[in-house]
């Protein structure tokens, strides 16, 4: 009878060995196909509708520690690649690509404005998990400083985000700045059959938010100036305190003060 038990204990144990890395092996090879896939589209998407706005990108230069960053090696369990860039009137174009365990791919876009502009930030934040794509689009505005240029590109907003009524509103239950974050930016989920979707919606929002940049005028009252730059260093510091996507990835690899160097000085650009 014992005997018996332990050969069925043996016989189950087998198949999980053996059907286990059958479900499994697929699953992340094609989540990772699919992630490569996702990032390389915003990637390519990003690139192409600075030009189509004829905004010029200056690259900046990432410190050598922080180029790639990476963790659990010699498999890269998670492994993030920053990379920098601004242009006239936007002090910090941060993008990264994440790896994350092998098969989960992410893709973040930060933008914050020059000193002596007035317009807000912006922050992208697409995961690839699975056959699952979250997306994240959010408009941060702390300073509220009416401009025609600002209301103009918040009216078009309004309307972009009535295209994902039929998806489910997921916003953080903890937010890191819900009283800067303006109510007509996105957080839901949809399978990976709504990709070509996302980055339509990605296009007209990029474009959108490009073209109030380009409307900008310099700010001549120095208090709206302070009032502006003191707003981006509050979200900035809010983004430390409770983190996000990307500053949770950021916790796993660093070093709490590495962290605040890479926020501040990588991704951000800006707070004290």
Do not use: W
Not at 235 to 264: D, F, H, M
């Amino acid at each position: 009878m014992a005997i018996s038990r332990f050969r069925k204990f043996l016989l189950i144990a087998a198949c999980f060995v053996l059907v286990i890395p059958m479900i499994v092996v697929p699953y992340v090879v094609t989540s990772r196909e699919e992630g490569e896939k996702m990032v390389g589209a915003f990637q390519k998407y990003t690139r192409d509708i600075f030009r189509k706005e004829n905004m010029e990108l200056q690259t900046v230069t990432v410190k050598p520690e922080f180029q790639v960053i990476s963790y659990g090696k010699p498999f890269k369990l998670i492994r993030m690649v920053p990379n920098r860039s601004l242009t006239e009137k936007i002090s910090t174009i941060t993008s990264t690509d994440a790896t994350l365990f092998g098969f989960m791919r992410m893709y973040t876009l930060f933008m914050t404005p020059k000193d002596g502009y007035n317009f807000p930030l912006f922050s992208l934040v697409v995961l690839n998990m699975g056959g699952k794509r979250f997306f994240v689009l959010e408009i941060i505005d702390p300073a509220r400083i009416p401009e025609e240029h600002i209301a103009r590109a918040y009216e078009k907003m309004k309307k972009l985000k009535e295209e994902v009524k039929d998806l489910p509103d997921t916003p953080p239950d903890n937010s890191r700045a819900k009283e800067m974050t303006m109510d007509f930016s996105i957080h839901t989920k949809a399978d990976n059959s709504r990709e070509q979707f996302f980055l339509d919606l990605y296009d007209d929002y990029l474009s959108t938010y490009l073209k109030m940049v380009k409307n900008a005028p310099p700010l001549t009252d120095p208090e709206q100036n302070r009032k502006v730059q003191e707003g981006v260093k509050a979200y900035v510091n809010a983004v430390l305190e409770k983190g996000g996507p990307a500053v949770k990835v950021l916790k796993l690899l660093l070093s709490p003060e590495q962290k605040r160097e890479v926020v501040k000085t990588v991704l951000f650009g800006g707070g004290e």
